[in-house]
């Protein structure tokens, strides 16, 4: 299968910058997506990343590197609220499905 | 808020009940999917749909049934439920089901096997 591969769990400062690192199979590789998940709340839509390099959308950026299997979530100025479950997930050779990672568990602390 | 509405957001049933969880979605999208999370785990996909024609079936159990009546309603029908299928159930949509488009996840419904 396609494994996704991520942390389990971060901690970092409010106000510090964060990268949660995500490593996956390269085979029928689509494109990747990170979503965050606030404690029993939906998932919401963060970055899709399908070419080479880094998206960056406020405080949050994300990377691809399509030859080495990786990519990031940059998180900038942390805030309390950023503490959150990430998701990592990507899309393969089987149409729409998505292969989840075990999500980070971001604490973001005083 | 999300664009993706579920009802109800809380469901307890015994193993004998039969249930239903509803999804909508107005934003024209022609995917949509349900998946099962459990606590501290990701969500697991049970069930794709792509324009209304039922496309991916991950060897769910047959005691939950989906049902896709158009393009913006979803429903997941529950039969003799065991207790291991306490989870929260959450529906999504995109723009078309082949993996290139974000899924808009709803809030889910909150499901307790008694």
């Known amino acids: 299968g396609q494994n996704i591969d991520q942390p389990t769990e971060m901690t970092a400062t409010e106000g510090a910058i964060v990268q949660i690192n995500c490593t996956y199979q390269?085979?029928?590789?689509?494109?990747l997506f990170w979503y965050q998940q606030h404690a029993g709340e939906a998932p919401t839509f963060l970055s899709y990343?399908?070419?080479?390099g880094l998206e960056e959308k406020g405080r949050f950026s994300s990377f691809l590197s399509r030859s080495k299997g990786y990519s990031y979530l940059l998180l900038k100025e942390l805030q309390m609220k950023d503490s959150a479950s990430y998701l990592c997930?990507?899309?393969?050779?089987?149409?729409?499905?998505?292969?989840f990672g075990q999500g980070t568990e971001l604490s973001v602390k005083p | 808020d999300t664009e993706v509405t579920q009802t109800p957001k809380h469901l307890v049933m015994g193993m004998t009940n039969k249930k239903s969880l509803k999804c909508e979605q107005h934003m024209g999208h022609r995917a949509m999917y349900w998946y099962k999370q459990k606590a501290k785990k990701p969500p697991e996909l049970m069930f794709v749909?792509?324009?209304?024609?039922?496309?991916i079936n991950e060897s769910v159990p047959s005691r939950f049934s989906p049902e896709c009546p158009n393009s913006s309603l979803l429903n997941l029908h529950l039969h003799a439920l065991q207790p291991e299928d306490s989870a929260l159930y959450l529906c999504?949509?995109?723009?078309?089901?082949?993996?290139?488009?974000?899924?808009?996840f709803g809030d889910g419904t909150r499901l307790s096997i008694l």
């Open positions: 990343n399908v070419l080479d």
């Open positions: 390269t085979s029928g590789f689509n494109g």
């Open positions: 999504a949509s995109s723009t078309h089901g082949d993996g290139n488009q974000p899924q808009h």
């Open positions: 749909y792509s324009y209304e024609k039922l496309s």
């Open positions: 997930a990507g899309t393969f050779n089987q149409g729409g499905k998505l292969i």
